[in-house]
């Protein structure tokens, strides 16, 4: 069978999409029942909702709003906590207030923080690094809470005037052009 015969990705995902699609053909079920919009609904945790943590631990982005993600974000976490709990109770202050507390800090961020892709990581994985104690993950997802920049308020400063950066960032304007374009002068190159 030639490369040419075989159906392309696109048509595959085509008719999968097809097949998944509800009665109303606007939305895929999949995406109604395996989206975090679905799960503030239902609260019920499924295997595709670790998909959606894992594209943020991998990639840092999410297809999805903040608002719909904390919810997410908070319940993994109470799932986490709560495994590690039920295996080993090495807190040193009651369990109820440490989840409280790291749900309520969540809860106060307007956009992720700058931490949601190493955040992600700890709870899709969170053996990989703490073995068994709750006291050292509880701990290391609050040190990740307890941080005051989000995602969208990081912009990079300004470089000083008459620093290397300063320089660089001029010689670059000259390149490529002040408007963004290609500088259509050919470069002078000493010999």
Same mark, same amino acid.
């Given at each position: 069978?030639?490369?040419?015969?075989?159906?392309?990705?696109?048509? +595959?995902?085509?008719?999968?999409?097809?097949?998944?699609?509800?009665?109303?053909? !606007?939305?895929?079920?999949?995406?109604? +029942?395996?989206?975090?919009?679905?799960?503030?609904? !239902?609260?019920?945790?499924?295997?595709? =909702?670790?998909?959606? =943590?894992?594209?943020?631990?991998?990639?840092?982005?999410?297809?999805?709003?903040?608002?719909?993600?904390?919810?997410?974000?908070?319940?993994?976490?109470?799932?986490?906590?709560?495994?590690?709990?039920?295996?080993?109770?090495? =807190?040193?202050?009651?369990?109820?207030?440490?989840?409280?507390?790291?749900?309520?800090?969540?809860?106060?961020?307007?956009?992720?923080?700058?931490?949601?892709?190493?955040?992600?990581?700890?709870?899709?994985?969170?053996?990989?690094?703490?073995?068994?104690?709750?006291?050292?993950?509880?701990?290391?997802?609050?040190?990740?809470? +307890?941080?005051?920049?989000?995602?969208? !308020?990081?912009?990079?400063?300004?470089?000083?005037?008459?620093?290397?950066?300063?320089?660089?960032?001029?010689?670059?304007?000259?390149?490529?052009?002040?408007?963004?374009?290609?500088?259509?002068?050919?470069?002078?190159?000493?010999?």
């Amino acid at each position: 069978m030639s490369w040419r015969a075989r159906p392309s990705l696109a048509h +595959t995902c085509a008719l999968s999409l097809k097949f998944l699609c509800a009665a109303a053909h !606007t939305r895929p079920l999949f995406l109604r +029942t395996h989206t975090p919009t679905a799960f503030a609904e !239902t609260k019920e945790w499924k295997p595709a =909702l670790d998909e959606v =943590l894992r594209e943020v631990a991998t990639t840092g982005q999410s297809r999805f709003t903040w608002g719909q993600l904390k919810g997410v974000i908070g319940a993994k976490l109470e799932q986490v906590c709560a495994e590690y709990h039920a295996n080993q109770k090495d =807190l040193n202050e009651p369990y109820d207030e440490m989840i409280k507390r790291c749900l309520s800090l969540l809860a106060e961020f307007p956009n992720p923080p700058f931490t949601v892709q190493r955040l992600c990581e700890l709870l899709i994985d969170p053996h990989r690094i703490y073995a068994t104690s709750t006291r050292k993950v509880s701990s290391a997802l609050e040190k990740l809470l +307890t941080v005051s920049s989000t995602v969208a !308020t990081m912009a990079p400063a300004q470089p000083k005037p008459g620093t290397y950066q300063a320089a660089s960032e001029t010689q670059l304007k000259q390149l490529v052009g002040e408007d963004g374009g290609v500088d259509t002068q050919p470069m002078e190159v000493e010999n």
